[in-house]
């Protein structure tokens, strides 16, 4: 049971980081510059200005899949294995909004940023009204199908992953909330600093799973 929701959920995982790193290849080449050697800046100033992209991703993998890996670890595959299910659903939701910034939004806001501030800030409000809409949306449909969606996609075995997956899903709004307060994050001290934010929250979060969890359980990991 356990190693078939630990596949279910690195497959997810696995195709949503295809999808993003399609849109990215898609930025990048919007934003290149050209083919020209001399309009390349310096392989050191490429590092010190992508590691905080990098770390991004690193730690949305930290913050979002350390719980399964502590709670399998602390109270065993057999309460990890709802839970890990209970993400499965959450994992497509949170990439999902990423996937179409990088896409669509991430040149235009970076280039409006710089040159066109008030469109920049009339596009960001609205792109973050959508967002919110659409994240609280997204919470009420999966409240209501929670026992549905788990026990259709992994089995009766699954029916508890329901519950988690319920309470998982009040979190819905707020992390699509957060994705388009940082969209407007375009500078790169400002691109700096989130990365940082996040490596605490990340830190944070394993903190207080690690502190719960041999407690609580699963609802635990729910609640950090």
């Given at each position: ?19 993003i ?88 806001l ?83 600093l ?31």
């Amino acid at each position: 049971m356990a190693g078939k929701s630990v596949e279910f959920v690195a497959g997810a995982t696995s195709l949503a980081a295809a999808v993003i790193l399609l849109g990215q290849s898609t930025v990048f080449r919007r934003l290149s510059p050209g083919s020209d050697d001399a309009s390349r800046p310096p392989l050191r100033s490429v590092l010190a200005g992508s590691w905080p992209f990098a770390a991004r991703g690193s730690l949305f993998l930290i913050y979002y899949q350390s719980d399964i890996f502590l709670l399998a670890w602390l109270r065993g595959p057999l309460e990890s294995a709802p839970y890990a299910a209970a993400s499965l659903p959450l994992t497509f939701l949170y990439h999902f909004p990423a996937a179409v910034y990088l896409q669509y939004l991430a040149p235009k806001l970076n280039r409006w940023a710089w040159h066109d501030p008030i469109r920049f800030r009339r596009v960001q409000g609205l792109a973050l009204g959508i967002v919110t809409a659409f994240g609280v949306l997204s919470a009420i449909v999966i409240i209501a199908l929670a026992p549905w969606v788990s026990v259709t996609l992994f089995g009766p075995g699954y029916a508890e992953a329901g519950i988690y997956l319920r309470w998982l899903a009040l979190g819905i709004p707020l992390r699509y909330l957060s994705i388009g307060l940082s969209a407007g994050l375009v500078s790169p001290r400002q691109v700096k600093l989130r990365a940082a934010c996040q490596g605490l929250t990340a830190a944070a979060n394993v903190a207080m799973n690690l502190a719960f969890i041999p407690r609580y359980g699963a609802f635990a990991a729910v609640g950090s």
